[in-house]
């Protein structure tokens, strides 16, 4: 399955509440696209998502449901390796060891950190502050070229690249270098609800966001309730978060340029344009959300792919591991 002649695509995500839209639009959407391209790795972040506290049984269900929409949006399991990070435990271990190569104060500049410890202020724990250390520990065991995800993670693949660089730098060269792989349109939806805030599965407000498994009828109700201002003309411009939002989605839902967007509802009003967004991801998502459901509904089929899925990975991790282990001075087992 690995060609040794392509690079590899690393990219995971949180099974942390139920996709949206912008997790589709920003990151997964292209998962799929990339796989003859490249070697895929794709993974779902369980150790990342109990940063905040999970109910147990809501995250082994968001895990699968997770899995069947990783393959729900194009990603072939034969293709591409599809895993569950906890099976693998050389994140953990990786982690561990990079912990010791990581500024505390190059982590305390984390953007991501202080607006989820702002959110979460009675469980500011450890995790949270070093989830970048981790996140850098899943990329590098797979020597990933390319990471796809949206804007909101460019700060970590920054210190992703500078902690491999400083161990390259250290022992030699051990890591590949790697580089975040942002979606020209859609690289950051912001919120229906408060435009100016990205829009994000943990929202207390389910109108900020429209989830893949939302019915038609919800999507549309979002769309029309979707906060914009009274000017009423569909442009990108400052001052017109909702609006520029909208041609985002729109755009990134139909395929289409901004510009584009702008020219088709030129001299329409919102009456006209919002539900034609909400009528764009509607038919967007219908095929996510009816494969979603039939997958789930062969919990078998999807234990397969996790099983064989953390079996690839775990041989892959290894090498990198003991590579690090042996050059850092570990004792051979
Ligand atoms: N609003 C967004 N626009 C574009 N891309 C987005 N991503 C997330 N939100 C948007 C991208 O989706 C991938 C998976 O994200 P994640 O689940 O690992 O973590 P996150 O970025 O913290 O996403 P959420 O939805 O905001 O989760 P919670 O609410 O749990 O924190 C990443 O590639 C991310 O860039």
Request: aromatic letters at 8%; a neutral charge; proline letters at 5%.
């Amino acid at each position: 399955m690995r060609d040794p002649n392509k690079q590899t695509i690393f990219s995971g995500v949180q099974p942390s509440g139920h996709l949206t839209l912008g997790n589709y639009l920003g990151a997964i959407k292209h998962f799929g696209t990339l796989q003859d391209e490249y070697n895929c790795i794709y993974c779902v972040v369980d150790m990342h998502a109990i940063t905040i506290r999970q109910d147990p049984a809501g995250l082994r269900r968001q895990t699968l449901e997770l899995l069947a929409q990783y393959i729900a949006c194009g990603i072939d399991p034969k293709k591409s390796i599809l895993f569950v990070q906890s099976h693998v435990p050389a994140h953990a271990q990786l982690a561990w060891v990079l912990n010791c190569y990581t500024m505390f104060g190059e982590m305390s500049r984390m953007t991501q950190f202080k607006d989820k410890s702002s959110k979460h202020a009675d469980n500011i724990n450890v995790g949270l502050f070093d989830y970048p250390v981790l996140m850098a520990a899943d990329i590098l065991l797979y020597q990933a070229h390319k990471v796809p995800v949206g804007i909101d993670q460019q700060q970590h693949i920054e210190i992703t690249r500078d902690i491999a660089q400083r161990f390259n730098g250290i022992y030699s060269d051990t890591f590949v270098i790697p580089e975040g792989f942002y979606p020209k349109v859609g690289a950051k939806i912001n919120s229906l609800s408060e435009p100016s805030k990205k829009m994000s599965k943990s929202d207390e407000n389910p109108n900020g966001y429209i989830l893949l498994l939302d019915k038609p009828e919800d999507i549309m109700r979002k769309f029309k309730r979707a906060v914009t201002d009274s000017d009423n003309r569909i442009i990108r411009a400052e001052g017109k978060d909702g609006i520029t939002n909208l041609i985002t989605i729109y755009a990134a839902a139909t395929g289409k340029s901004p510009e584009e967007v702008e020219a088709e509802f030129a001299g329409k009003g919102y009456g006209a344009f919002k539900p034609a967004v909400g009528e764009a991801v509607v038919e967007l998502l219908r095929p996510v959300r009816e494969t979603t459901e039939d997958l789930l509904k062969n919990k078998d089929y999807l234990e397969q792919i996790y099983q064989e899925g953390a079996e690839q990975a775990n041989a892959i991790a290894r090498r990198t591991l003991d590579k690090v282990y042996r050059k850092i001075g570990f004792v051979k087992r």
